[in-house]
């Protein structure tokens, strides 16, 4: 068998490849690695901030308008399923940080509903959020949580549903690609198609080691704790998601409470992740790593620092300046390179999908994305 499209990597991204390519009627072969929204990569850990004023870019936010869309889409053909709860999201740091720089460029340029906070009225709205005076916030109604795994299982079932084939604990050890096709090699086969969408998260510096595109896989750590007082102040209908710059070297970021396991909230640093291979990556978190968590947060968000409910690692995958890669392979145009999101990338992953199949079955994008070009961090 001949398929249109085969997608290496079933996570994030390789799997809103496979619903929009499989439900505008081409055969698709998927493979991974491991089993459906599985929590050895990237994209594991019950929640993921989605948000719209863009402090990374401007050219983001057309992107993330439609990947609104497209997850409404997705929740809307999978009843009962909770994949998006809009919460509202503050960015918090001085007023003359990066983040709040950045989050204000994209507001303005784009006209998105915000609303500036100064530290008074942040900790009165949002009473676990202990600002000190002189920091500020920008606040937007349209920020919120995504549910991962949800959105995960969301697409491949729509996927499966669609007639893709979907195969689950197959490692691609290597593909080809020339005037006439791709050939991909696993280890239990051979398959060829026309088009190849490639998406392998940590493992991009493995499968797209001809870029030579210096990727750096760090380790990252996500921390639920059980807050002093409870959750009711951390409840998803009047606490947001918050992302906070203490300074130009640390960042962290954290969630309303979730209903199901673990429990608690969750919070993590966005910086200082460790680099880390992901076939050997160290999944035990050190007691130093928890006390770094509490110490940032003790005087911020002074609740969190209850005990310690779970841990988890997780992996960024970085590019150089730290902006995503996704676009045709320089060199073979039948190759779509759709992953390496730096770890900023699951609010993106349903438009990406959507702009893997455009790009695999037209070579181009309805949407800008020139500036995510391979080409311009490739090497080779
Ligand atoms: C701790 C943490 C917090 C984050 N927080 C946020 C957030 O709040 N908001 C946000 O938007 N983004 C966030 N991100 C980033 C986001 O989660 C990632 O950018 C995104 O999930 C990556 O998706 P992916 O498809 O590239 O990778 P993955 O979902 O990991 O998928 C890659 C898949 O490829 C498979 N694969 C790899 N090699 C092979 C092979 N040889 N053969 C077969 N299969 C293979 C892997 O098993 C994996 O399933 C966070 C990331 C981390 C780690």
Known sequence: MRYHTIIVGLGAMGSAAAWQLARAGHAVLGLERFGPAHAQGSSHGHSRIIRQAYMEGTQYVPLILRAYELWHELAAETPGEDLLTITGGVTIGAPDSAMIAGVTRSALAYGLEHEALDAAEVRRRFPPLQLPDGHLALYEPRAGVLRPEACIRAHLHGATRAGATLQFHETVTHW??????????????????????????????????????????????????????????FAPDRFPIYIWEVDEQTAFYGFPAQAGPPGGVKIAFHTGGTPCDPDHIRRDVADDEVEAMRAAVRQRIPAIDGPLLASATCMYTRTPDDHFVIGLHPRHPNVVVASPCSGHGFKFSSVIGEIAAQLACTGQANLPIAFFAPSRVALA
């Open 176 to 233: 080809h690609a020339d005037d006439d096709g791709v050939t991909v090699v696993s280890d239990r086969g051979s398959y060829r198609a026309e088009r190849l969408i490639i998406a392998p998260g940590a493992w991009a510096p493995q499968l797209l080691a001809d870029l030579q595109i210096p990727f750096r896989v760090e380790r990252q750590i996500l921390f639920w704790f059980d807050p002093i007082g409870g959750s009711a102040a």
